[in-house]
């Protein structure tokens, strides 16, 4: 599901970073008292009361300055501004009101988004001093005070935030359409291969590696079912993401696995398997998505007896990660095998959602244990009572045992390896929790 984007703004120093980790929890942002630490945005996913969002932290702005960084700084936080369906920003009470801030107040009322006024470092609870008042001078609102350091004033910055998102509908699609995001670094085809699948021009398609910015949804429909395919940026290496637009567009590509069921991982026959590809495919693999990888550009591979074949195995070396993923060999440009992709979405769909009885699983438990038995310890051995489904979307294992610790990494992926042989499982991850019996 579309999860709406609330962007924390600010001149530099005044406490973005800080709140930023308070509010997710953890230390992701660095925080520094040196302005500008925070040089590109960093995004995460948070929930307030069963909501989840993503917030997205900015380096400061700096309106006026020739400072090379700055100025991008600056850029960078437009960005975040033009995405974002709510903007916070931060103020510091112990500096007061300065030029900077105004100019920032200026910048976000003319974008038209809705501002929630953050007035930030007031640590000292009781009566609000005095200097609070000064900040209705940005005409922004009623200010929220907030600590950042003791998180006081955390709570009612998200109700208003949420105030301002009462009326978002994320675009939601009814059941029967499986959502599927074609992800993979950039120049591999992704667009291409959606116009082929959609029978006309819906992408621009262009040999300029970044050609899409954004991730845009096709509506399919035909003889093999609904399809909504989102087309995403290309994924690069952090290093080579040196365009304002295209950092966003990794966020934006994230979040198109997030609302996937399925991932059609695509990568291009003549380059090979890269690092990036198996970030790529790792994300989707976290997230417990579906996956078919579309090895694209075949039409353009030198072929002789058996070249597909030891292409696949080298590829399922290269997705050793990711054993479970079926491959498909097609052509974008010529159309070859591009209406299998149909047919494995829909099996590796089901895959992802299949539900399992628990009666079915511990017979599958008997006998794997009868056949190797259980790792033991000081003469302690791993006693597994049963396990059940816990849920699905990837299908989810817990399994209850006497000692957690016993329970080792290599017999949890024996365990896998006799559920998948019996039930297939296809094309999906598949989780495994243990839990020592009372938990």
Known sequence: MAKPIIAIVGRPNVGKSTLFNKLVGKRISIVDDTPGVTRDRIYSECEWLDKPFMLVDTGGIEPKTDDIILSQMRRQAQLAIDSADVIVMVVDIRTGVTAT????????????????????????????????????NLGLGDPIAV?????????????????????????EYAEEYIKVAVIGKPNVGKSSLINRL????????????????????????????????????????KSKVNEDIERYSVLRSYMAVDRADVCVIVIDATVGFTEQDSKVAGYAHEQGKGCV????????????????????????????????????????????????????????????SMRITTGKLNDILAYATARVQPPSDKGKRLKIYYITQASTRPPTFVCFCNKAELFHFSYQRYLENQIRETFGLEGTPIRMIVRERGE
């Open 198 to 237: 959609a029978g006309e021009e819906r992408h621009i398609v262009s040999d300029i590696p970044g050609t899409t910015r954004d991730a845009v949804d096709s509506i399919v429909e035909n003889e093999h079912g609904k399809f909504v395919f989102i087309d995403t940026a290309g994924i690069r290496r």
């Open 101 to 136: 801030d105004h100019e920032v107040a200026s910048m976000l009322q003319k974008s038209g988004k809705p501002v929630v006024l953050c007035v930030n470092k007031c640590d000292s609870i009781g009566a609000l001093p005095p200097d609070f008042y000064e900040f209705y």
């Open 293 to 352: 990888v579309a090895v694209n550009k075949w039409d353009a591979v030198e072929k002789a007896t058996g070249t597909m074949e030891e292409y696949r195995k080298k590829l399922e070396n290269d997705f050793s990660f990711m054993a479970y993923v079926p491959f498909v060999f097609i052509s974008a440009k010529t159309g070859q095998r591009v209406e299998r992709l149909y047919d494995l979405i829909k099996y590796v769909n089901e895959q992802n």
């Open 147 to 171: 600590s950042s350091v003791h998180g006081h004033g955390t709570g009612d910055l998200l109700d208003a935030c949420f105030a301002h998102l009462e009326d978002y509908k994320p675009e």
